[in-house]
């Protein structure tokens, strides 16, 4: 079984620009996350999709960051301007709502550095 | 709000110890509890699940215990080789929720 794809692995922009990440997850995984990992931090979630509808996106930055998941597959994590705090390590998770565990799992992250 | 802490931040052992890494939560009604690894520029592997029904877990050398009730959980490595070097993080999720609650994690070195 393919793991969780993402693109690019690392991604060096200088602060105001624009930046879009990628996720491929799991085939057949409903559910798609999306993490911002801070150097030295746990991950922390930024917006959680249920097939191609939000669950939670509470803790996802609005007046900068955008995501969708069109067709309840492949997402988009996109941000508009970027900031010098936005340096971090975007992961993307997927779980299947099959069984009990909801275990997820994870792709090899997006390293983005702001300058 | 749930919080999740891990100690220490950082831990240096020589080859063929045994070890203990901590993890505890301030919300003690949770759904399960996860322990990951993360080594440098990669993702998170998940090691072991915990279901908040059970006592513990084992896989191979790592076995993670859960004391639901005093918000903590151990991951005990045995026998520690250097490729054991990464960090590990646990993470918690409440019940009705899919989302994971992280902690900052344990950097482990292992010297051969």
């Known amino acids: 079984e393919a793991g969780v794809a993402q693109s690019p692995r690392y991604k060096i922009i200088e602060k105001r620009q624009s930046v879009a990440f990628w996720c491929n997850p799991i085939s057949g995984h409903a559910t798609l996350y999306w993490y911002q990992q801070i150097l030295g931090q746990g991950p922390k979630l930024l917006i959680q999709?249920?097939?191609?509808?939000?669950?939670?996106d509470s803790q996802l930055p609005k007046d900068r960051f955008s995501a969708e998941r069109l067709k309840g597959v492949d997402s988009t994590l996109k941000i508009q301007p970027a900031k010098l705090e936005d340096s971090a390590v975007y992961l993307c998770?997927?779980?299947?709502?099959?069984?009990?565990?909801?275990?997820?799992?994870f792709g090899p992250g997006t390293r983005l550095t702001v300058t | 709000k749930q919080e999740v802490t891990q100690i220490p931040a950082a831990l240096s052992v020589p080859e063929g110890e045994n070890l203990v890494l901590n993890c505890s939560f301030t919300d003690s009604a949770i759904y399960n509890l996860q322990w990951f690894r993360q080594d440098p520029g990669k993702g998170l592997t998940s090691l072991l699940l915990i279901q908040s029904s059970q006592r513990e877990q084992t896989s191979g050398r790592l076995n993670a215990s859960l004391d639901k009730s005093s918000g903590r959980s151990t991951l005990y490595i045995a026998a520690s080789q250097p490729g054991d070097s990464a960090t590990y993080l646990c993470a918690v999720r409440l019940p009705g929720a899919n989302n994971l609650f992280f902690g900052t994690g344990t950097r482990l070195t292992v010297i051969p």
């Open positions: 999709f249920q097939n191609n509808g939000v669950v939670d």
């Open positions: 998770a997927s779980s299947s709502l099959r069984g009990l565990a909801l275990e997820q799992y």
